[in-house]
């Protein structure tokens, strides 16, 4: 299919939320961007990461604190994923290009192909969110059935008990076979990559046999096959869960849309802003330590609206935008426990299990 368009007014919600935003930030004085807490958090975080890391594979404890630690390992790793190369790799983390390169990199070290990433996040999934046969993040067939246009399976009347298990074995499979897979067919679902230059091909195997040594390799000629398999699949199904979690509660709940373009014209009925609104859901936002640990993800909307502000500035920013959509009478999405997203996405899963 083709892309779809979106309707460009003049005078619209998406201008309305720009031009408060920008006096937000003009009357604060602030930079868009993240500052020293943000900084001093991406500096522990990935401390943290590499002591764990130096400890499991040339110090390795025991068994019982050896497993211990690859789960906390996968928590961290997640973490990363969400404070440091989530933020670079919207060019939001720094105001200097290289040091966002430098967080978005993080993500090659651990295995998942950046270059494929900005593609299929920062294009796809940001302008077409959750649109069927464009956007991948709702693309988990056949274990999963994430819209009404998508072909139901018997197994889909399950997947409200085993959604667990597929999240779980999303960043192994996404190291491992997705980034292989788009690498070759040259496609992200529906949606053609740009030619890729020498220097992104050499980048792409680079980092893949970078990520092969640090956590196969060397970890495998350290402390052997079977302790290395079992701390691996530890380190990366909590990894995996965490970061679908996350984000399957950002879009796929109940009360979040999932429409399509007009047949005939390919038109969305909505401009992108307001599509943003009603594709998109928070959760625990007054938490403080689920946005510290989540990187203000759990604003999501505010994040989808606006990609290149860092997740530092989300509480206050959001503060205008439901004002704003309360203006325009555009519902805004928030789940006040992360509980209530998860029951929210369980009901939603059960939902899309049923036959037609």
């Given at each position: 299919?083709?892309?779809?368009?979106?309707?460009?007014?003049?005078?619209?919600?998406h201008?309305?939320?720009?031009?408060?935003?920008?006096?937000?930030?003009?009357?604060?004085?602030?930079?868009?961007?993240?500052?020293?807490k943000?900084?001093?958090k991406?500096?522990?975080?990935v401390?943290v990461?590499?002591g764990?890391y130096?400890?499991?594979?040339?110090?390795?404890?025991?068994?019982?604190?050896?497993?211990?630690?690859?789960?906390i390992?996968?928590?961290?790793?997640?973490?990363?994923?969400?404070?440091?190369?989530?933020?670079?790799?919207?060019?939001?983390?720094?105001?200097?290009?290289?040091?966002?390169?430098?967080?978005?990199?993080?993500?090659n070290?651990l295995?998942a192909?950046?270059?494929?990433?900005k593609?299929k996040?920062?294009?796809?999934?940001?302008t077409?969110?959750?649109?069927h046969?464009?956007?991948?993040?709702?693309e988990?067939r056949?274990?999963?059935?994430?819209?009404?246009?998508?072909?139901?399976?018997?197994?889909?009347?399950?997947?409200?008990?085993?959604?667990?298990?597929?999240?779980s074995?999303l960043?192994?499979?996404?190291v491992?076979?997705?980034?292989?897979?788009?690498?070759?067919?040259?496609?992200?679902?529906?949606?053609?990559?740009?030619?890729?230059?020498?220097?992104?091909?050499?980048?792409?195997?680079?980092?893949k046999v970078?990520?092969?040594?640090?956590?196969?390799?060397?970890?495998?000629?350290m402390?052997g096959?079977?302790?290395?398999?079992?701390g691996?699949?530890?380190?990366?199904?909590?990894?995996?869960?965490?970061?679908?979690?996350v984000f399957?509660?950002?879009?796929?709940?109940?009360?979040?849309?999932f429409?399509?373009?007009?047949?005939?014209?390919?038109?969305?009925?909505?401009?992108?802003?307001?599509?943003?609104?009603?594709?998109t859901?928070?959760?625990?936002?007054?938490?403080?330590?689920?946005?510290?640990?989540?990187g203000?993800?759990n604003?999501?909307?505010?994040?989808?609206?606006?990609p290149?502000?860092?997740?530092?500035?989300?509480?206050?920013?959001?503060?205008?935008?439901?004002?704003?959509?309360e203006?325009?009478?555009i519902?805004y999405?928030?789940?006040?426990?992360v509980?209530?997203?998860?029951v929210?996405?369980?009901?939603?899963?059960?939902?899309?299990?049923r036959?037609?």
């Open positions: 299919m083709s892309s779809p368009k979106f309707p460009k007014l003049p005078i619209s919600f201008s309305e939320l720009k031009k408060k935003i920008g006096e937000y930030f003009n009357q604060k004085g602030r930079s868009t961007t993240g500052n020293f943000l900084h001093f991406a500096i522990l975080l401390s990461l590499i764990l130096i400890h499991l594979v040339f110090f390795t404890p025991r068994v019982v604190f050896a497993i211990a630690e690859c789960v390992l996968g928590c961290v790793t997640a973490a990363v994923g969400f404070n440091v190369m989530h933020d670079g790799a919207h060019g939001s983390f720094s105001r200097y290009k290289w040091i966002n390169n430098m967080a978005s990199n993080f993500a070290f295995g192909s950046q270059h494929m990433w593609t996040h920062n294009v796809i999934h940001h077409y969110t959750n649109i046969g464009v956007d991948d993040d709702i988990a056949p274990l999963l059935r994430l819209c009404d246009e998508q072909p139901h399976y018997k197994i889909h009347k399950y997947q409200h008990f085993y959604f667990w298990a597929a999240y074995f960043y192994i499979y996404w491992f076979v997705t980034d292989y897979t788009k690498y070759f067919s040259g496609k992200i679902g529906s949606i053609s990559l740009r030619k890729m230059t020498p220097k992104e091909h050499f980048s792409f195997w680079f980092y970078a990520h092969a040594l640090l956590f196969v390799v060397i970890p495998i000629y402390v096959f079977t302790p290395w398999i079992i691996f699949l530890s380190m990366g199904m909590v990894a995996g869960f965490v970061l679908s979690i399957q509660l950002a879009h796929t709940v109940e009360h979040t849309h429409p399509l373009p007009d047949a005939a014209t390919g038109k969305m009925e909505d401009d992108w802003a307001i599509h943003q609104v009603k594709t859901a928070n959760f625990a936002t007054k938490n403080k330590l689920v946005s510290w640990l989540v203000g993800l604003f999501q909307i505010e994040h989808h609206l606006f290149k502000i860092s997740h530092i500035h989300y509480p206050a920013i959001s503060r205008i935008i439901k004002q704003v959509c203006e325009y009478g519902s999405i928030e789940y006040p426990r509980r209530y997203a998860v929210s996405h369980i009901k939603f899963l059960r939902q899309m299990g036959a037609e």
